[in-house]
C-alpha cells in the first residue's frame, strides 16, 4: 500500500514479530485523505466493564512491550481481549506500515489493531476514524511531529481520544508522549535545543499548546522525550519556567517529565502510581517563579528540584513526593554540571532565606504585610485582584546597608514596583512596560540607624490570579 504522506522515523522494537492475520486497506472520505490498516480481527470486542486508566509514555515512538503489556493487562482486568488503534500523523520512512501494532500484536489480550494514519487538521473529524478510536480501549499516538497532533484540538478526535481513556488507557512516544501532557511543547516553529532555550526561553521556536488533553493526577506537567540522548534537560527547564511565568499551572508549580529514548517508559496506573521501564526518566519541579525569564534575556532559575527515576522506581503523581530530588540552577543561561545525576536528598527543608505571602487588605502603608522580621534572601509574593490593587510590605534597613528587589511578574498583568520612605514618598520605582515585564530596584540607606520603608507592588493594566514573586535581599 502506498500512501502519498510525509514518513515519521520509526525506532523498532526489539520483540520477534508473530504472523497475524488482518487487512490493510487504504481509505479517503469527502472530509479529509485517511489511511486505515487493521490488524487482528475484524471486529471489535464488546464489553461494557473495564479497568482503565492506564497510560505508557515512551522516550521515542516504539511501543515498549513490557509497559505496553503491563497497561493492557490493567484495562482488561487480566481477562479477556482489547482493541488498540494507533493514530499517526505520517506513515514510517521506511520497514513496516505498522510498526506500532505489529508489536502490539504480538501481546497478550489483545484483538485487533488498527493505524490511522491522519495528515491534515480534517482527518481528526473521519467518520471511520473516530467510530474505530471510539470503539477501542487503548489509543497510542505514534512518533512524528506533535504539531500534526495539536491541529487536532478541538476536532470530534480529541472527544474521542478522551472517551477511550475514560474506559481504557493510552498515550504514545516521541511526539506522543508530547502530546498527552496539559502543558504540551508543541514544535510547530520548529524544534529548539537546550542551549538555545536557556539562551533565550522565549525562543521563537518554544510554543505551546494547551486546553487539549488533561489526564487524572497528571497536572501542571510539560513532557519531553529522547532525554538525555539529545540533552534536553536544559529545554525542559526552560520549558518549566515558561509555564511558571506564564501562567500556565493553577498552583504556582510546573513539571516536566523527560524520558529517555531506546526502551524508556513510564507506565501510570489508575491511581497516578508510575513505574520506571527500560532507561531513565525524569520529573523536574519549579516551585517558584524564575528570578530572570524575558525574551531576549537568559535564564535565571534556582534550585529546580529533579528525581531521576530509574528502571524499577516509581513516582507518585497523585501524591507528589517533597522529598528524594537533587538541585540543579541555571544562572545567566548557564547550568550548574551534571544535569542528570545527584545525591538525593533527604532531609528536605526550604532552601535557604525565607518567605512571605500578602494578606489582604495590605494595600496601603498602613495595612503592609510585616516584613521587618524576615530572614534574607527573602520571597514575598501575591498577586494582582484588580487592576487597581497594590500590595504593600514594610521592611526595615540599617545605615550603610543596601536593599535589593526583584520582581518576576507573570504574564496575566502588568505591575509597577516603587520603594516608598515613612511618609509615602518615592525614593525608587521600576515601571517597565508590558504585561510579564519582571521589575527591580535597589536602595542604600545613607542616614544613621536602621529606617523603615515599604515595597509597594501596583497594577498598572489587567490582573489574574497567577502569582508575581519578588526577591528582596540586602547587603
Known sequence: ????????????????????????????????????????????????????????????????????????????????????????????????????????????????????????????????????????????????????????????????????????????????????????????????????????????????????????????VVND??????????????????????????????????????????????????????????????DHAPEQAAAGSRLTFSNYKIWRLAPGTTFDFKNRPTCGYYRRSVTNGVTDADLYGGTPETNCEPTGGSALSESEPNDSRATADDATALALPAILGGSMKSSSDADYFKITLASGRRAAVQCSVPSAYDADLYLLDPAGATLERSVNDGAGADEALAFTRTEPGNGTYYIDVEAYARSGATPYSCALTAS
Open 1 to 220: 500500500m502506498l500512501l502519498p504522506f510525509p514518513y515519521r522515523s520509526v525506532v523498532p522494537a526489539a520483540v520477534a514479530l508473530l504472523a497475524i492475520p488482518g487487512t490493510v486497506v487504504a481509505t479517503g472520505d469527502a472530509q479529509a485523505a485517511a489511511g486505515r490498516a487493521r490488524l487482528g480481527n475484524a471486529a471489535d470486542v464488546s464489553r461494557t466493564t473495564w479497568n482503565g486508566p492506564a497510560f505508557t509514555m515512551n522516550g521515542d515512538g516504539a511501543v515498549v512491550p513490557a509497559s505496553a503489556a503491563r497497561a493492557i493487562d490493567a484495562i482488561r482486568g487480566n481477562t479477556g481481549t482489547l482493541d488498540v488503534v494507533v493514530l499517526a500523523g505520517s506513515v514510517p520512512a521506511s520497514g513496516s506500515e505498522t510498526p506500532e501494532c505489529d508489536t502490539v500484536m504480538t501481546l497478550t489480550g489483545v484483538n485487533s489493531c488498527t493505524t490511522w494514519t491522519l495528515t491534515a487538521t480534517a482527518d481528526g473529524n473521519n467518520t471511520q476514524a473516530n467510530a474505530d478510536i471510539r470503539n477501542a480501549e487503548f489509543v497510542y499516538f505514534a512518533g512524528g511531529n506533535q504539531c500534526r497532533y495539536t491541529a487536532w484540538k478541538g476536532t470530534a478526535l480529541e472527544a474521542s481520544v478522551e472517551s477511550v481513556i475514560a474506559k481504557g488507557g493510552g498515550s504514545g512516544g516521541s511526539a506522543g508522549h508530547h502530546i498527552n501532557s496539559p502543558i504540551v511543547y508543541d514544535a510547530c516553529r520548529g524544534s529548539v535545543t537546550s542551549s538555545e532555550a536557556l539562551a533565550d526561553p522565549y525562543d521563537p521556536s518554544i510554543t505551546f499548546t494547551t486546553g487539549m488533553f488533561s489526564w487524572p493526577h497528571y497536572t501542571g
Open 225 to 286: 522525550s529522547h532525554f538525555v540522548t539529545r540533552d534536553r534537560m536544559g529545554r525542559t527547564m526552560a520549558f518549566v519556567a515558561r509555564a511558571l511565568k506564564n501562567g500556565l499551572t493553577a498552583d504556582g508549580t510546573a513539571w516536566g517529565v523527560g524520558v529517555e529514548e531506546g526502551g524508556g517508559s513510564l507506565f501510570l496506573d489508575k491511581n497516578g502510581l508510575a513505574t520506571q521501564y527500560g532507561a531513565d526518566a525524569y520529573v523536574v519541579l519549579g
